[in-house]
């Protein structure tokens, strides 16, 4: 899977979440056996995150592989059967949509014993703590929360901003705050949505020569709906 080049430990906005961030960086430089738990809400930028570690170990000549459990063609459990184990770093994202199906949980039970067997490391992600996933196998949740588990806190407006301003910096764009502001007044809030958003106007911004200001965003989203 080619992973986006922009999911970056560098122009990750931590927040609030610094000391989750530290550990993970942590976690992927030593190259030590384990496994690492991210849990948080929509939006809160944990896919970002283990896609910025599988970037960092691939860069550096290591093995890494990311698979997202709610990807619309979800393979069967069997690709993870055999084979991951070689991996110098696995992570799997969105553990939710598979908690309650007995089969991947066996899978994912098995997979986790292999891989520490090996020396590799997991890196894993869902929108809960493993306890509160709703898995059912109570093996699976206690190898879960073998390792180091963190969970993301929740951005407030000006974090927001910040995170708006810093993608829209890295897309060679200038975003005020007045516009940044407006944006998470009056469009859905949750990160993922709003960097969208920041997508589209930068590639009609970009047709149109013109910046990004407010009366020009009214335009473009009036024409859109």
Partial sequence: MRLPDR??????????????????????????????????????????LLMAAAQQVNGQGGQAFYLSLAAPELPSPAVLAEGMEGIDLLALDDLEQVAGRREWEEVLFALYNRVRQQ????????????????????????????????????????????????????????????????????????????CALLERLDTVSLQAQRRLTIPFIKQVLERET
């Fill in 119 to 194: 020396g590799g490391r997991l890196l894993l992600a869902a929108q809960s703590r493993p306890d509160q996933c709703g898995f059912m196998l109570p093996d699976l949740v206690s190898r879960l929360q073998w390792g180091l588990v963190f969970g993301l806190r929740p951005l407030d407006d000006a974090d927001r901003i910040r995170v708006l301003q810093l993608r829209a910096s890295g897309r060679g764009l200038d975003l005020p705050d007045e516009v940044a502001g407006y944006l998470i007044k009056r469009y859905p809030r949750d990160l993922a949505s709003l």
């Fill in 7 to 48: 999911a970056r430990f560098a122009n990750f906005y931590p927040g609030p979440n610094r000391e989750s961030l530290q550990q993970l960086q942590t976690f992927v430089e030593q190259r030590e056996s384990g496994s690492f738990f991210l849990w948080g809400r929509p939006g809160e930028g944990k896919s970002h």
